[in-house]
């Protein structure tokens, strides 16, 4: 049974930092594009960052500039590096997988929590 298990998240103050960690128990993590999402209480789910099998990424607009998300294939492991944190990035951060063959796996997510 594939796992996604998404960590690092916590309290963390205005203008601090975190690194989530997203791991996957799927064979040929290579070929899977990795998400990671965010959602907020009364908010729609939304796409903060995205890496491909070709190490190509995209970010939201509210996060971009201040998060990096880096994958290292051999340990099936995607991050998130998160700088700046803001009030607004607080919510629950969700780890999606997918492939070219429709292969889909969420994670449970894990919160981050961004507070003076």
């Known amino acids: 049974q594939v796992k996604v298990v998404e960590s690092g998240g916590g309290l963390v103050q205005p203008g601090g930092s975190l690194r989530l960690t997203c791991s996957a128990s799927?064979?040929?993590?290579?070929?899977?594009?990795v998400d990671w999402y965010r959602q907020a209480p009364g908010n729609e789910r939304e796409l903060v960052a995205t890496?491909?099998?070709?190490?190509?990424?995209n970010y939201g607009d509210r996060v971009q500039g201040r998060f990096i998300v880096s994958r290292d294939n051999p340990s099936n492991t995607v991050y998130l590096q998160m700088n700046n944190l803001k009030p607004e990035d607080t919510g629950l951060y969700l780890c999606h997988v997918k492939n070219i063959l429709s292969d889909d796996y969420w994670g449970q997510g894990t919160q981050v929590t961004v507070s003076s």
């Open positions: 799927v064979s040929y993590f290579s070929t899977y594009n």
């Open positions: 890496i491909r099998s070709n190490l190509n990424t």
